[in-house]
């Protein structure tokens, strides 16, 4: 049976490689696809501590069984979407600049007596280190999907939220442009918006696909996370 490959930042790297097909024996499991990959990919086997796997855009573990047409993705720890119509342009992965007003206004409805914004922003310097610029790569389809997740999951916890979006932007960003923007509203105050603000943006950067790659005058270097999810 054959199954697709999809390496991201750091791994991509490491193999020369994006997107691979490979065919193994009925009843495979991803371990088997793991070993195949190590052998022709030494350098994986030093960072397979720290890689995450997907299985078919969920996250997954090495005895989960793979069948024909299965996609596999491995990536990083996160350091944190083609379709149409209001809902998809609420949680989206885009090329283009992030305008914090623009969020907030997805989220405002007639019932709407409070909206709390985030905005994550790049900045020059990071671990005393002075950043140029920073480069974002995503897992685009499981990406959109994970951001819906963590919409649901702050729901649950704050019913009354009336709305909520996120985006997250990817490509070249300068200093001083938006990276990331969550909103979200509520009838009053208190009926959550801010906890659910909060709670998005630090979900976002546990599961959702998103790596940056910082640029300054020492060189690049991808930044991960320490957030390893269980399948």
């Known amino acids: 049976m054959k199954v697709k490959v999809k390496l991201f930042a750091r791994l991509r790297e490491l193999t020369g490689e994006a997107i691979l097909e490979r065919t193994l024996a009925e009843g495979a499991t991803i371990a ?3 070993e195949l990959l190590q052998e022709e990919f030494p350098k994986l086997a030093q960072v397979a501590p720290r890689t995450i796997i997907s299985l078919n855009q969920e ?3 090495p005895q989960s069984r793979l069948t024909e047409g299965d996609e596999v993705a491995f990536f990083p720890p996160v350091s944190g979407g083609s379709d149409s119509g209001s809902e998809a342009s609420k949680f989206a992965i885009t090329f283009e600049p992030i305008s914090l007003d623009e969020i907030a206004a997805k989220v405002l409805k007639p019932e709407t007596g409070a909206v709390a914004v985030f905005g994550g922003v790049v900045r020059n310097v990071s671990a005393g280190k002075d950043v140029e610029r920073l480069e974002y790569e995503a ?5 959109i999907a994970k951001l819906k997740q963590v919409a649901a ?3 649950e ?4 939220i ?3 979006a996120i985006v997250q932007r990817i490509g070249r960003l300068e200093v001083g442009e938006n990276a990331v923007a969550v909103a979200v509203s509520s009838p009053h105050r208190n009926d959550g918006c801010f906890e659910a603000c909060a709670y998005a943006i630090n979900r976002l950067k546990q599961i959702v696909p998103v790596w940056k790659k910082e640029f300054g005058p020492d060189g690049s270097e991808w930044i991960e996370g320490d957030y390893l999810p269980l399948p």
Request: proline residues 5%; without cysteine; aromatic residues 14%.
């Open 32 to 34: 088997d696809l793991v």
């Open 59 to 61: 996250f997954a573990g």
């Open 139 to 143: 897992y685009e389809e499981m990406a």
């Open 153 to 155: 999951e702050a729901r």
């Open 157 to 160: 916890q704050w019913p009354k």
């Open 162 to 164: 009336v709305d909520i």
